[in-house]
């Protein structure tokens, strides 16, 4: 299995512009969750589907961020428009189950720069 | 609600010493819980799991967690730590609903010096 997938691996964009991040979970997987991370900040959930559909995204920090799930196999994240306070490196993760004994696999993430 | 806090932040050890990094975690239900460890530059990924049974779990590189009920934790351990096992490591509890998610610990860096 090539694991979960993500890309770009590296996004390096200007404040204003539109950034769209990319997932490929795991086959067989029905939960996704995004993910970011930085010093400050930690690991902090941003939103997570199940069955593709958004169950909570209260972790979106503005209405800046948007997350798709168009179907089982592929989810974006949108950052429209992008600011230097968004540069985090951002996971996603799937797992067989929402919650209880699943556990999550991460992608090898994104590094976002925004100048 | 459950929650977890990761006792340490940073976690200096010396090669070949033993360590123990702390988790505690609250909740009012079962609860599954969840080691996980990520490289400098890398994703997270499972370390170890306790879902029932033996309440000590070990992983295949050496590390092994108790979970412990009454006082609500699941401590990391290994008994000899090398270079390579620095990186930093998440706790994490689920509960055993459809209605919840994986809720991580804040993670506790382990620098392990020659």
């Known amino acids: 299995d090539a694991g979960v997938i993500q890309s770009p691996r590296h996004e390096v964009t200007e404040m204003g512009q539109e950034v769209t991040l990319r997932c490929k979970p795991i086959?067989?997987?029905?939960?996704l969750f995004w993910y970011r991370q930085t010093m400050m900040r930690g690991l902090e959930l941003l939103i997570y589907f199940n069955n593709n559909v958004p169950i909570d995204d209260s972790g979106m920090p503005e209405d800046r961020f948007s997350a798709k799930m168009p179907n089982a196999s592929f989810s974006t994240l949108k950052i429209q428009p992008s600011e230097p306070r968004d540069s985090a490196v951002y996971f996603c993760a799937s797992s067989l189950g929402l919650a209880g004994p699943y556990e999550q696999y991460f992608g090898p993430g994104t590094r976002l720069t925004v100048t | 609600a459950q929650s977890v806090t990761q006792l340490d932040s940073q976690v200096p050890v010396f090669e070949e010493a033993p360590v123990e990094l702390r988790c505690n975690y609250s909740?009012?239900?079962?609860?599954?819980l969840f080691w996980y460890v990520q490289y400098p530059n890398q994703g997270l990924q499972l370390l170890l799991k306790?879902?029932?049974?033996?309440?000590l779990v070990e992983s295949i590189n050496g590390f092994e967690a108790e979970f412990n009920k009454s006082q609500t934790s699941f401590h990391l351990r290994k008994p000899s730590v090398h270079i390579s096992d620095t990186a930093e490591y998440f706790c994490a509890v689920s509960r055993n609903t459809n209605a919840g998610k994986s809720t991580f610990g804040d993670g506790t860096t382990l620098t392990v010096k020659p």
């Open positions: 306790y879902l029932s049974g033996s309440t």
């Open positions: 909740s009012s239900v079962s609860v599954y």
């Open positions: 086959s067989g997987h029905n939960s």
